[in-house]
């Protein structure tokens, strides 16, 4: 894959919310999982994990943890990335939360870019109320669930999303 080639994949993503229900097939699902392990981490304490989840009675309570955001009921799986604090702050003290939260932030980058080498569809969901999430996945108190990421066959929206212009972004030397 040449830069214009890794360009273009990364501009025809794009976060969907409406699913097929179709299942997803199990070798997607590994694939995805194996791509967030090649996600870089702080120190190689890959501090983070996660849940899948395909039970649609979980991913309806999910949804509703997630704000009544449908399509987290909607896709056919749920990748409930968490950071491990545990891995991370074992070597960096309190700085590790942070960098675990980084660790769990990468790999669900890489799994969403995993899904949409699979043509399949994602989206990244932030808004819920980790609690919840927390108890209903039965998390120990050292994980913090950071994202939901839905996963399958979807329809992606007719146009693509506005970008700020990349240089409203970025400061040269000082801000």
Not at 7 to 31: C, H, M, N, Q, T
Not at 58 to 80: C, G, S, T
Request: glycine letters at 4%; aromatic letters at 8%; proline letters at 6%.
């Amino acid at each position: 894959m040449n830069s214009s080639d890794l360009f273009r994949f990364l501009k025809a993503r794009s976060s969907v919310r409406e699913y097929s229900g179709e299942p997803l097939d199990p070798e997607d699902i590994e694939y995805i999982l194996a791509a967030a392990s090649t996600a870089p981490s702080a120190g190689n304490r890959e501090a983070w994990d996660v849940v899948v989840v395909t039970d649609e009675d979980i991913r309806l309570e999910l949804a509703l943890a997630a704000l009544e955001q449908v399509h987290v009921r909607d896709a056919p799986a749920v990748f409930v990335v968490c950071a491990n604090y545990v891995r991370s702050m074992t070597q960096y003290g309190e700085r590790g939360i942070l960098y675990a939260v980084e660790d769990a932030a990468i790999a669900c980058t890489y799994m969403m870019l995993a899904a949409h080498a699979r043509d399949l569809h994602s989206c990244w969901t932030g808004a819920f109320e980790e609690d919840e999430v927390r108890e209903l996945l039965g998390l120990p108190q050292h994980i913090r669930p950071v994202a939901l990421l839905a996963v399958g066959k979807g329809t992606p929206p007719l146009e693509p999303m506005k970008r700020m212009p990349v240089d409203e972004h970025v400061h040269r030397e000082t801000w």
